[in-house]
């Protein structure tokens, strides 16, 4: 009778990594928790980081203020490498031209948004563009779900719930307003529009900007819903870590010569 013999934990992502031209990473639980850099993080991106690009579902920060985070802990990771939900929603909204947007959003989004000459405003706006907003509260979800019954579009920078916190607490995201939000709307109009993980738009991006082909990409991430499905849309190889997977980042660091 033969034993089957299994391979360490990781072993398989490990050699995914090592053979991989390009490393996508995802920053809210990942990289970090409340935008302190974890130590698993700055080693594994210390040792591939020209080939590391951060793809974030967070919109309530722009790519340069998570370049900042990543020098000061020794991390040369410039913000053209740096993709967020939030700033690709921003460009959408200029580029589409609406002329009348109903903002929900960090004060810091709502500030670079009129930076890029975005027009907002607080009435009959032609289109809804929801973001992260700390101070979400019934004035704000009544104004957006009147909006949307009326034929505003719907432009949403991520769908996410929630995304770890401090001490293992749960911080709520975009998409527990869009779920507040289509509550009151239901199929009213056409489906909004997401910007973020699970969608193509970032993985493309970064993959572009990187000079590779999504096959020659792995995704590191904690989220199957978002790392996980929008990298195995596009080809890109998903290692889960954290959460309901039993991977660390420590053990993506583990030699693989030491099995």
Not at 41 to 46: E, G, M, P, V
Not at 179 to 202: E, F, M, N, Q, Y
């Amino acid at each position: 009778m033969s034993l089957e013999v299994l391979a360490p934990l990781g072993w398989a992502e490990r050699e995914a990594l090592e053979a991989a031209k390009g490393l996508l990473l995802d920053w809210d639980g990942c990289v970090a928790v409340n935008n302190r850099i974890l130590p698993a993080a700055a080693r594994l991106i210390a040792r591939h980081e020209r080939q590391v690009a951060v793809i974030t579902n967070n919109s309530t920060h722009l790519p340069a203020d998570f370049a900042r985070i990543l020098a000061r802990n020794g991390l040369d990771i410039p913000e053209e490498r740096i993709f967020t939900a939030g700033m690709e929603a921003l460009c959408h909204v200029r580029a589409a031209g609406y002329r009348r947007v109903l903002m929900l959003g960090s004060t810091a989004m709502r500030r670079h948004a009129m930076d890029l000459g975005i027009p907002l405003v607080r009435d009959n706006p032609d289109l809804v563009l929801l973001m992260r907003d700390a101070r979400f509260n019934y004035a704000k979800l009544e104004r957006a779900a009147n909006a949307v019954r009326e034929g505003a579009r719907l432009v949403v920078a991520n769908a996410d719930r929630t995304h770890p916190g401090p001490g293992g607490r749960l911080v709520p995201e975009t998409g527990a307003l869009l779920a507040a939000l289509l509550s009151c709307t239901g199929s009213h109009g056409p489906a909004p529009l997401v910007i973020g993980k699970p969608s193509p738009l970032l993985f493309e991006r970064a993959c572009a900007r990187l000079g590779i082909a999504p096959h020659e990409a792995v995704m590191i991430g904690d989220n199957p819903e978002t790392d996980g499905e929008g990298a195995l849309q596009l080809g890109i190889r998903p290692i889960l870590v954290g959460g309901q997977s039993p991977l660390s980042l420590d053990h993506l660091l583990e030699p693989l010569a030491a099995e």
